[in-house]
T-cell receptor, first 114, second 114 residues
Framework: DQQVKQNSPSLSVQEGRISILNCDYT??????FLWYKKYPAEGPTFLIS?????DKNEDGRFTVFLNKSAKHLSLHIVPSQPGDSAVYFC?????????????FGTGTRLKVLA | DTAVSQTPKYLVTQMGNDKSIKCEQN?????MYWYKQDSKKFLKIMFS???????INETVPNRFSPKSPDKAHLNLHINSLELGDSAVYFC?????????????FGPGTRLLVL
């Protein structure tokens, strides 16, 4: 039972344009969401997060939007750069559950074309 | 000065063997984790330890035994390796055991069981 879904396994975008990566979740207990970025042969690295009390969080070129009613979040990268080419994982946790574990999606491979 | 390190990076072994993967973090964090990323790219938590105490133990076969000699180390021992154990194993750490804590990942250990 996949509680966090990233339905697009891959995405290609031209350099300078916007990249939009999507993530859906099913568990209404999730109240904290994160995006991680992963390069080949490396571990995931934290990118940006958002709490369910917000609907937007911005950090430089990266913005995460949360739509609680739709159980959907998205990561916007503007402008996209070739160095952004990586696999992006969405993760969710239920901070009041007591178990404090991340549930990860299967990732979206982003390719930014120069 | 790698924050979370794992050894070995690659491990090729025969079915039925016993092997260990070591993890060390120099971030001064209290909590450490083991994740498994299988061939379908699911990144799934296996265990977490907080101050050397086991907190999360997902439905992992008891052939897998984590050991935390101190807060900075979390090793994973696997007995009687099976073909299905082939995966990438990631160690991670966080400041505390909370659902909103950023987790820092090691580079991964690629295990191939023949």
């Amino acid at each position: 039972d996949q509680q966090v879904k990233q339905n697009s396994p891959s995405l290609s975008v031209q350099e300078g344009r916007i990249s939009i990566l999507n993530c859906d979740y099913t568990n209404s207990m999730f109240d904290y969401f994160l995006w991680y970025k992963k390069y080949p042969a490396e571990g995931p690295t934290f990118l940006i997060s958002i709490s369910s009390i917000k609907d937007k969080n911005e950090d430089g070129r990266f913005t995460v939007f949360l739509n609680k009613s739709a159980k959907h979040l998205s990561l916007h990268i503007v402008p996209s750069q070739p160095g952004d080419s990586a696999v992006y994982f969405c993760a969710a946790s239920a901070t009041t559950s007591g178990t404090y574990k991340y549930i990860f999606g299967t990732g979206t491979r982003l390719k930014v074309l120069a | 000065d790698t924050a979370v390190s794992q050894t070995p990076k690659y491990l090729v072994t025969q079915m039925g063997n016993d092997k260990s993967i070591k993890c060390e973090q120099n971030l001064g964090h209290d909590t450490m984790y083991w994740y498994k990323q299988d061939s379908k790219k699911f990144l799934k938590i296996m265990f977490s330890y907080n101050n050397k105490e086991l907190i999360i133990n997902e439905t992992v076969p008891n052939r897998f035994s984590p050991k935390s000699p101190d807060k900075a180390h979390l090793n994973l021992h696997i007995n009687s390796l099976e073909l299905g154990d082939s995966a990438v194993y990631f160690c991670a750490s966080s400041q505390a055991h909370q659902g909103w804590e950023t987790q820092y990942f090691g580079p991964g250990t690629r295990l191939l069981v023949l």
